[in-house]
């Protein structure tokens, strides 16, 4: 079973498993609020409790990302993205790695044979549903923007099942490989500790 896992995380490295999102028409007021979402102009800084914390997180991410993204500034701005728009959303920085891990394998231009675009795999019809034309989905922060307020709202249609959620966002509902693996990617990849909490219990 590991072993199938592993497999499968190899694969998931030169290719993009998204791309069958599905349109579901939404009421007007969740457009609305999912609009506003993605609307809202974000701020340069993610939040971390401490300095400590924001360099040991940068310092840790940036490693295990070296070997995907060998450029180091592109890197840190990535992985502040990735950061700022996880918490904005309500989500575990290291789930949305994860996810982009599957997704995409780090590939900003990645596109699926459905026509999903960029790290988080978005599919177009959601610029013409909740955002503006002029959306490019291949933009780090808009595309970051799009994929984690899309897995947000999924996680409250779910009332927070994960495993649904993840099912949603992929168009594979039901099964398990997809969850599977963004939690796995999770779990052995991006899973994080402060160094400082750590040392006190």
């Not at 993009?16 to 579901?24: H, L, P, R, V």
């Not at 099912?167 to 994080?192: D, F, H, I, T």
Request: charged letters at 25%.
């Amino acid at each position: 079973m590991r072993l199938g896992l592993f497999a499968l995380l190899a694969l998931c490295a030169s290719q993009a498993w998204a791309g069958a999102q599905e349109y579901e028409p939404l009421a007007a007021s969740v457009q609305a609020a999912l609009h506003a979402a993605i609307s809202d102009r974000a701020t340069p800084e993610p939040h971390f409790s401490s300095i400590e914390e924001k360099i040991d997180w940068l310092t840790e991410m940036s490693r295990r990302l070296a070997r995907r993204m060998p450029d180091r500034e592109a890197r840190l701005e990535f992985l502040k993205a990735v950061r700022y728009e996880a918490q904005r959303a309500g989500l575990d920085p290291q789930l949305v790695l994860g996810l982009i891990q599957v997704e995409s394998g780090f590939r900003k231009h990645a596109v699926s044979t459905a026509g999903a675009r960029g790290f988080m795999q978005v599919m177009p019809f959601w610029v013409k549903l909740i955002g503006n034309p002029d959306n490019n989905l291949f933009h780090l922060r808009t595309n970051l923007r799009y994929g984690c307020t899309i897995l947000r709202h999924y996680l409250d249609i779910e009332n927070g099942d994960l495993f649904r959620a993840l099912g949603r966002y992929n168009g594979s509902l039901g099964r398990p490989e997809y969850p599977n693996m963004v939690r796995a990617a999770w779990e052995k990849q991006w899973n994080w500790g402060p160094r400082v909490l750590q040392a006190r219990q």
